[in-house]
């Protein structure tokens, strides 16, 4: 798969499950991926969730998809977006947000992207990878 | 949902993305639970996989199940086991593997997760984060 493959997959494949560290303890959880393309990955969250304290205090984080015997992991390290524009269309599509905007303003809302993730495909309909060998990984 | 029905969701729903730290990164990928009882939660693979390297250096790991709305997560320390008789049963019930291990088992990896769970589900998305001992 090249990158817009891989873009493709993950718009119609957006179930994420996001990887980050807390100390030296891993946590994982089920994530809906807001956007994919060229210019990032987007998710948000509510600023008072653990994952959100996590990714502030450590940004590395890895995404794991799958879909149809295809998986797709991509690493690398959030940014933070603060953009209120992004935090409003957002909001919209994330309803379940405005009684907790309402309270506490635009803050509620946490939003970061990823950029330039480093990604690698695994397919389980081909044959299993050669042990020894290195992944590939493709930007982007 | 208590201790029995996690154990009876992830038996039905097995593939957890289990999620481990490399350093200070964290990494995640699709990993099967060959079987989730009293006992702990088991997991294999082999040793030359990356994933089996991050949790010798550093067992910590969380597991996360997801299915029908409502999400399981286990986490906890991971232990290495070297238990001959598992790893055959393994084997004998992942054929798959068979090509792998035909000569040896030294280089399967099985792993026991005994941790700590919490659920979430869509219905319910504003319950508090509680934690039940697998």
Redesign the interface.
Known sequence: MDKKEILDFITKNP?A?????EG???????MGTYRADENGIIFSMQTPKDVYKQLVK?P?????Y?ANGV?I?V?GRMQQVTDIALKKEITEKRP?YKPGVEKDGWDYVGAFILKNGKATVMDMKGP?SP??VPKTYITL | MDKKEILAFITENPISYLATVDGNKARVRGMETFRADEKGLIFYTSKTKNVFKQIAKNPEVEACYFAKGTQVRVRGKMEILEDPALKKEIVDKRPFLKPMYEVSYGGMAVMRLKGKATTWSMQDMAAPTTFIDL
């Open positions: 179930t499950y996001l990887a980050t560290v030296k303890k891993p946590h994982v959880r089920a450590n590395e984080t890895e995404l794991c799958f998986q992991r690493s379940f299993p042990v020894g």
